[in-house]
């Protein structure tokens, strides 16, 4: 892609989000702006449900599929390399509780199921 098509869709999108944040705001409600925390706790609760800890919220069902939960877990752990020494102390403690939690979690269902 040039880069005056990647500047000018770069703009468009800011433009957008822009756009977007005036709206709610003009209709008081509520930006919902995402974080490093939020983000790792969601990819947290997909593996959870994957596991069938969590009931899938659009089946209502607890399923199993090890091979997305594993997925997700390999996802974590790329993240943990990648942002090595640029987290603060609560994200840190985050992603390695969480990352610890859903490893034993992913080996006990491993071998119960």
């Not at 944040?21 to 930006?31: S, W």
């Not at 995402?34 to 800890?53: E, V, Y």
């Not at 390399?81 to 006990?108: C, G, I, V």
Request: hydrophobic share 30%; net charge positive; no cysteine.
């Amino acid at each position: 892609m040039d880069q005056d098509k990647k500047k000018t869709i770069d703009k468009n999108w800011k433009e957008q989000v822009n756009k977007e944040k005036q709206t709610y705001q003009k209709n008081n409600q509520p930006y919902h702006k995402p974080d490093f925390n939020i983000f790792i706790s969601s990819l947290s609760m997909q593996a959870m449900i994957a596991l069938g800890r969590l009931e899938n919220p659009v089946t209502k069902k607890q399923e199993k599929n090890y091979d997305q939960a594993r997925y997700l877990i390999d996802t974590l752990e790329i993240i943990e390399a990648k942002t090595k020494n640029n987290l603060d102390d609560q994200e840190r403690k985050l992603l390695d509780e969480s990352l610890f939690s859903l490893r034993m979690a992913y080996l006990e269902e491993k071998k119960n199921g």
